[in-house]
């Protein structure tokens, strides 16, 4: 099995950069997805693989991965950005997934 | 365009049996490399795993639940339905199916959820 490890909160200034980031071995072997989730929504597909965004995703996001951290970074944060956001991927088993505890964006 | 929704019961008992289905459009479950998965949130908490079931029937599940998971798709109905047995309060939640993108891995395209509240 496998564990993800996010910080729980983390605030930025609008206009500045951000970086949040996810934990794991199974991230030694795996990319990891990443969702942003907003008050009474489902969450939303933000970054995939390598650094891919879906369609109609802003490019102020971003994405990398060394070791057993990957990270996600928003480029010029903006208030709508403020959300939740969970890192996703499979678990060094290879036979589950796996989220993590997610992290709370603040947009001050 | 693809979307997903889900159905099921708001309210249950404990040591009920919960039956949700995700029905689908958009994408065909027969497709190479596709799948859907079943994510569960607790009130105020974090998102949970529960299951996926691949275009093949390949089904996984999470590690802490599987003895009370069961997958299943009905491809011609595009429907994947997911069972959850024995009931406990800590099950009350909101429930997710998601696409799974072949190319991808990734859960592309979630449904809005459906609530399930575990009470006597």
């Known amino acids: 099995s496998s564990e993800l490890t996010q910080d729980p909160a983390v605030s930025v200034a609008l206009g500045q950069t951000v970086r949040i980031t996810c934990q794991g071995d199974?991230?030694?072997?795996?990319?990891a997805s990443w969702y942003q989730q907003k008050p009474g929504q489902a969450p939303v597909l933000v970054l995939y693989?390598?650094?891919n965004r879906p369609s109609g995703i802003p490019d102020r996001f971003s994405g990398s991965s060394s070791g057993n951290t990957a990270s996600l970074t928003i480029t010029g944060a903006q208030a709508e950005d403020e959300a939740d956001y969970y890192c996703?991927?499979?678990?060094?088993?290879?036979?589950?997934?796996?989220f993590g505890g997610g992290t709370k964006l603040t947009v001050l | 365009q693809i979307t997903l929704k889900e159905s099921g019961p708001t309210l249950v008992k404990p040591t009920q049996t919960l039956t949700l289905t995700c029905t689908f459009s958009?994408?065909?479950?027969?497709?190479?490399?596709?799948?859907v998965g079943w994510i569960r949130q607790p009130p105020g908490k974090a998102l949970e795993w529960l299951a996926l079931?691949?275009?093949?029937?390949?089904?996984r599940y999470s590690l802490s639940l599987e003895t009370r998971l069961s997958i299943t798709k009905d491809t011609s109905k595009n429907q994947v339905v997911l069972i959850i047995t024995n009931l406990d309060p800590v099950d009350t939640a909101t429930y997710y199916c998601?696409?799974?993108?072949?190319?991808?891995?990734?859960?592309?395209?979630w449904g809005q959820g459906t609530t399930v509240i575990v009470s006597s």
């Open positions: 998601a696409h799974r993108a072949g190319h991808s891995g990734a859960f592309d395209s």
């Open positions: 958009g994408f065909s479950l027969s497709d190479s490399g596709v799948g």
């Open positions: 079931i691949f275009w093949n029937d390949d089904k």
């Open positions: 199974s991230l030694r072997t795996y990319y």
């Open positions: 693989g390598q650094n």
């Open positions: 996703n991927s499979r678990d060094t088993s290879d036979n589950h997934w796996v």
